[in-house]
C-alpha cells in the first residue's frame, strides 16, 4: 500500500488551510500555525503543532522511528475535519458584516442626534 509521506501531507493540509482559511505565507503548516493562531480552535492548534513536530522529526533518520502513526494520522483527520467545516462564504460573509454593521448604527446614531438637535431647535 502506497503512504504519502508527512512532508507531503502537511504541505497538502498547509494548502487546504490557505484556501480555506485564508492564511498566507509559504504552504508549510509551521507558517499556517503562526498565523493562523487566533483562527484555529485550541485542539486544532494543538493537533497542527503536534504534526509540524513530528514533521522535524520524520526527517531525521534516527528520530523517525519515534512517530506514531495512530496519532499522527488521528490528528490529521481532526485538522482535515475542522477544515472541511469551515464554510468560506458564511466567513466572508460575517467579515464584511463585522465591517458594515458597526458603520451602519454609527450613520443611525448620527441621523438621529441631528434629527433631536433640529426638534430642539424648532426647525423641524
Not at 503512504?3 to 499556517?32: Q, Y
Not at 475542522?82 to 458597526?102: F, H, K, M, T, W
Request: include cysteine.
Amino acid at each position: 500500500m502506497f503512504e504519502v509521506s508527512l512532508p507531503e501531507t502537511n504541505a497538502a493540509l498547509a494548502g487546504k488551510m490557505r484556501e480555506k482559511l485564508g492564511l498566507g505565507g509559504e504552504d508549510r503548516l509551521e507558517v499556517k500555525l503562526r498565523r493562523g493562531r487566533r483562527i484555529l480552535p485550541r485542539a486544532v492548534k494543538k493537533d497542527v503543532k503536534y504534526l509540524v513536530d513530528m514533521e522535524k522529526i520524520c526527517l531525521h533518520p534516527k528520530l523517525a522511528p519515534q512517530v506514531d502513526p495512530q496519532k499522527t494520522q488521528r490528528a490529521e483527520d481532526n485538522l482535515r475535519r475542522y477544515l472541511d467545516s469551515v464554510n468560506v462564504r458564511d466567513r466572508r460573509i460575517g467579515q464584511v458584516l463585522g465591517i458594515v454593521a458597526p458603520l451602519a448604527f454609527n450613520i443611525l446614531v448620527i441621523f438621529a442626534a441631528v434629527v433631536t438637535w433640529l426638534v430642539w431647535r424648532g426647525r423641524l
